[in-house]
């Protein structure tokens, strides 16, 4: 599966974004789909991530009550609507994709995807 992730720019502390990642080439409806970020000189780090039917999220404390995973089946697409964004939040985002059964715990590992996007940068101004 390829993954195209889009939606980040530049944005005052305080406001939001919402980040698209469209899938192709694969059955979307099989996999588990994570947003991971990388801040410069900071390791690739687990912001959410969700089941294949949505009925799972999870999310990194982080980003909790500020950040919102979902995904559109039919679309092929997942998303992340960032709310109350703060100037730590700044870093390149990456979504990813893990083929799963229906009953296996979401993974938050990195290392656990198989695929990825291309990342898109996300710019908190303070």
């Known amino acids: 599966v390829q993954l195209q992730a889009s939606g980040g720019g530049l944005v005052q502390d305080g406001g939001s974004l919402r980040l698209s990642c469209a899938a192709s080439?694969?059955?979307?409806?099989?996999?588990?789909m994570g947003w991971f970020r990388q801040a410069p000189g900071k390791e690739r780090e687990f912001v959410s991530a969700i089941s294949r039917s949505s009925s799972v999220t999870h999310y990194a404390d982080s980003v909790k009550a500020r950040f919102t995973i979902s995904r559109d089946n039919a679309k092929k697409t997942v998303y992340l609507q960032m709310n109350s964004l703060k100037p730590e939040d700044t870093a390149v985002y990456y979504c990813a994709a893990r083929a799963v059964i229906i009953t296996s715990p979401i993974p938050k590992a990195a290392a656990e995807y198989d695929y990825w996007g291309q990342g898109t940068l996300v710019t908190v101004s303070s």
């Open positions: 080439g694969g059955a979307f409806s099989r996999y588990a």
